[in-house]
């Protein structure tokens, strides 16, 4: 268990609203990931953080934003939610002994 | 830039079939390789991986060997159980040994039935 968690699980929206999704991790790991992921598509990468204030681009990162002010915890921000970003969000970390992503439960967003 | 093509299925198995997913892959240099699953209502775990060519990975009876002369990583199982029911999904880092950044197939759902 890399104990990672997720909030909310499930969330529904309207479009055009801010949404906010929590990863948090307890173990002080240095990267953490946000993907999502739609059928037909695998996993995306949206965004990564490879330690506090670090921050970059994944492949599909336009109309997300990230920050990360404390090693526990990177927030994806929705600025404005669109029905394209109705996905499942997967929030990974690194684990350094392996080299290994660990998943956390995820987060269904659904814009209407 | 790095890519990974996978078989997407969705396949139906019945129990003690044998199964193959094919995985191929293109990238720069030594890329790690990886088959994560994920089931259903679940994040997804890593099944097995393997670092350079001509290595093996296995897990839960699941094996598959890193192919340069092929680049392919194809996932097999001699007898698959309706437990592993899932999507898999075959994934590489062009860190050698390491996945910083992944690269996903689009997975591949299978149902096996009893």
């Known amino acids: 268990d890399a104990g990672i968690t997720q909030s909310p699980r499930h969330k529904v929206t309207e479009t055009g609203t801010p949404v906010t999704l929590r990863c948090h991790q307890t173990?002080?790991?240095?990267?953490m990931y946000w993907y999502r992921q739609d059928p037909g598509h695998g996993l995306r990468l949206i965004h990564y953080?490879?330690?506090?204030?670090?921050?970059d681009k994944g492949e599909v990162s336009d109309g997300y934003s990230v920050s990360r002010s404390k090693t526990e915890d990177f927030l994806l921000t929705l600025e404005s939610a669109t029905s394209s970003q109705t996905s499942v969000y997967f929030c990974?970390?690194?684990?350094?002994?392996?080299?290994?992503?660990?998943f956390g439960p995820g987060t269904r967003l659904t814009v209407t | 830039g790095d890519s990974v093509t996978q078989m997407e299925g969705p396949v139906t198995l019945s129990e003690e079939a044998f199964l193959t997913i094919n995985c191929t892959y293109t990238?720069?240099?030594?890329?790690?390789l990886f088959w994560y699953v994920q089931y259903p209502g679940e994040g997804l775990q890593l099944l097995l991986k393997?670092?350079?060519?001509?290595d093996k990975g296995s897990n839960k009876g699941f094996e598959a060997t890193y192919r340069k002369e092929t680049t392919s990583f194809h996932l097999e199982k001699g007898s698959v159980q309706v437990s592993d029911s899932a999507v898999y999904f075959c994934?590489?880092?062009?860190?050698?040994?390491?996945?910083?950044?992944?690269?996903f197939g689009k997975g591949m759902k299978l149902t096996v039935n009893p």
């Open positions: 953080s490879y330690g506090v204030k670090d921050t």
């Open positions: 173990e002080n790991h240095r990267y």
């Open positions: 994934a590489l880092s062009d860190q050698p040994g390491g996945s910083e950044k992944l690269v």
């Open positions: 990974a970390i690194l684990w350094p002994p392996t080299g290994e992503q660990y």
């Open positions: 393997a670092t350079k060519a001509d």
């Open positions: 990238a720069t240099g030594y890329p790690s």
